[in-house]
């Protein structure tokens, strides 16, 4: 399980070094305002996170839940205005259409939220 642990580590430090990249401007259109500002927080969450989860603490695997329960769903609307979307690293998503808008279920934070939670829970049952 070590190795495991080490990998779900590598994988949000990759996910994390892509989110800055988007909130710099180097992967796809550049972020302004609000969404700066919550894509740069998580990509700290989850830069922080990594770190600790690589030391094995316990405040890293939080960290990481944390961070994909914030990428796990987005919501636009359908007519414009306020939206919800924390798109940092990598996004596979299932497309809901509904009348009043749209909500996106990010499959990779899906399942890289559920193995997180097996590892905290594996971690604290030993």
Known sequence: MLEFDKWLARVL??????????????L???????ELY??????????????????RLRWG???AGLYYLLQLLSYY??????H???????????VLQFATGTLVLNLVAGALLA????????RARR
């Open 38 to 55: 919550a894509v740069f927080g998580a990509a700290l969450l989850g830069f922080l996170s990594a770190v600790l989860c690589l030391r």
């Open 77 to 82: 609307p359908a007519a414009g205005g306020w």
């Open 28 to 34: 796809g259109e550049p972020l302004a305002g609000a």
């Open 13 to 26: 430090l990759l996910n994390s070094a892509l989110a800055l990249g988007v909130c710099l401007g180097l």
């Open 84 to 94: 919800y979307s924390v798109k940092a690293g990598v996004s596979v998503g299932l």
């Open 61 to 63: 695997l939080w960290g």
């Open 115 to 122: 193995a997180t939670a097996a590892l905290s829970l594996w």
